[in-house]
């Protein structure tokens, strides 16, 4: 195991197949996919592209059949669970759509509770400044049942980051949430990349969501079949609605969003003048996302 690397998050050429004989599912296909430290990915896709298949495997929740995983430079793969637990522990944060959080602990509890499982100090005042820092710094000694939607939410958030993961993986997080208490999240997600250089990897089905992070990976049929830097809501929510449109007839041409692997979607060229170390690679794509942007104000088509 080393840990250099210019990428918080590499996966080469994963497979991954659930069940055995005629009812095997193929969930990843062969994907390659490299993110950059401090850049916020979002993994969108029709339900049962292999979003979450993907995110399991990133995570070392799941084990791919074959290929490679390799997180902050650590290879996942190789890893036996003992290794994998510690480097869960001090490496990823995750926030749920369920929130996840301990119900019999209090705020300040539940953010500390990752830090005490992996046997390290917790400073309390970091704890007091993190959750402050997002909103809920007169909320430390209340229980999440006493929390909204939203709050709780934030809390999950500040555990996640506590330990300055090199990566936080979000499954969707704001898939429980209301319009407003979303967009708190997602810009308190935004600000983590833009102001702490926090690395996130945020599936998600909604295209305001999406359109939040520097580049969207978009699957089909456990592949990676586009992608998309600079998103904004109505690109991602069009790229979505072809990728769930129903299979034509054959005869008639394929929906222009599922293409081979080894496409370059135009999207997805890298622009002049952008380092391709600060760029997300995907397999057989020209790399893609810009670094991230400090203080990055371009969520105007949804008002927000
Ligand atoms: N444990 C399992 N056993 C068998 N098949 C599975 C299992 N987990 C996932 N699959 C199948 O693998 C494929 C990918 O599933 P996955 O959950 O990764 O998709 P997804 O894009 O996250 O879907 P959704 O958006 O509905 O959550 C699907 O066909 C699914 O039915």
């Given at each position: 195991m080393t840990n250099k690397t210019t990428h918080a998050l590499e996966l080469h050429d994963v497979t991954k197949r659930h069940g055995a004989g005629d009812t095997a599912v193929t969930a990843l296909d062969r994907v390659s996919l490299s993110i950059p430290h401090g850049t916020f990915t979002a993994v969108m896709g029709p339900s049962g592209s292999g979003k979450s298949t993907l995110l399991h495997c990133a995570a070392g929740l799941d084990r791919p059949d074959s290929g490679s995983v390799v997180l902050d430079g650590y290879e996942?793969?190789?890893?036996d669970e003992t290794a994998l637990t510690r480097l869960r522990r001090e490496r990823m944060g995750f926030v749920f759509q369920s929130f996840?959080?301990?119900?019999?602990?209090t705020v300040a509890q539940n953010v500390a509770l990752p830090l005490e499982f992996a046997g390290r100090r917790v400073d309390e005042r970091e704890v007091r400044g993190l959750l402050s820092r997002l909103g809920l710094g007169d909320r430390l000694d209340h229980r999440p049942a006493e929390l909204s939607g939203g709050q709780q939410q934030r809390v999950a958030i500040a555990r996640a980051m506590l330990s300055r993961p090199a990566v936080v993986f979000a499954d969707e997080p704001t898939g429980a949430l209301d319009t407003q208490a979303a967009r708190d999240v997602l810009h308190i997600l935004r600000e983590a990349v833009d102001a702490s250089g926090q690395t996130i990897v945020m599936v998600t089905h909604d295209p305001v969501a999406g359109a939040y992070a520097d580049a969207v990976v978009f699957f089909s049929d456990g592949r990676i079949v586009d992608s998309m830097t600079r998103p904004d809501p109505a690109s991602v929510a069009a790229r979505m609605a072809r990728l769930s449109a129903p299979v034509r007839p054959s005869g008639h041409a394929p929906p222009?969003?599922?293409?081979?692997?080894?496409h370059v979607p135009s999207s997805a060229v890298r622009q002049s003048g952008q380092a391709p170390s600060s760029s997300v690679r995907t397999s057989g794509h020209a790399p893609s996302a810009p670094a991230p942007q400090n203080?990055?104000?371009?969520?105007g088509g949804d008002g927000r």
């Amino acid at each position: 195991m080393t840990n250099k690397t210019t990428h918080a998050l590499e996966l080469h050429d994963v497979t991954k197949r659930h069940g055995a004989g005629d009812t095997a599912v193929t969930a990843l296909d062969r994907v390659s996919l490299s993110i950059p430290h401090g850049t916020f990915t979002a993994v969108m896709g029709p339900s049962g592209s292999g979003k979450s298949t993907l995110l399991h495997c990133a995570a070392g929740l799941d084990r791919p059949d074959s290929g490679s995983v390799v997180l902050d430079g650590y290879e996942l793969t190789d890893a036996d669970e003992t290794a994998l637990t510690r480097l869960r522990r001090e490496r990823m944060g995750f926030v749920f759509q369920s929130f996840n959080l301990v119900p019999t602990l209090t705020v300040a509890q539940n953010v500390a509770l990752p830090l005490e499982f992996a046997g390290r100090r917790v400073d309390e005042r970091e704890v007091r400044g993190l959750l402050s820092r997002l909103g809920l710094g007169d909320r430390l000694d209340h229980r999440p049942a006493e929390l909204s939607g939203g709050q709780q939410q934030r809390v999950a958030i500040a555990r996640a980051m506590l330990s300055r993961p090199a990566v936080v993986f979000a499954d969707e997080p704001t898939g429980a949430l209301d319009t407003q208490a979303a967009r708190d999240v997602l810009h308190i997600l935004r600000e983590a990349v833009d102001a702490s250089g926090q690395t996130i990897v945020m599936v998600t089905h909604d295209p305001v969501a999406g359109a939040y992070a520097d580049a969207v990976v978009f699957f089909s049929d456990g592949r990676i079949v586009d992608s998309m830097t600079r998103p904004d809501p109505a690109s991602v929510a069009a790229r979505m609605a072809r990728l769930s449109a129903p299979v034509r007839p054959s005869g008639h041409a394929p929906p222009s969003a599922v293409r081979p692997s080894g496409h370059v979607p135009s999207s997805a060229v890298r622009q002049s003048g952008q380092a391709p170390s600060s760029s997300v690679r995907t397999s057989g794509h020209a790399p893609s996302a810009p670094a991230p942007q400090n203080g990055r104000a371009r969520h105007g088509g949804d008002g927000r």
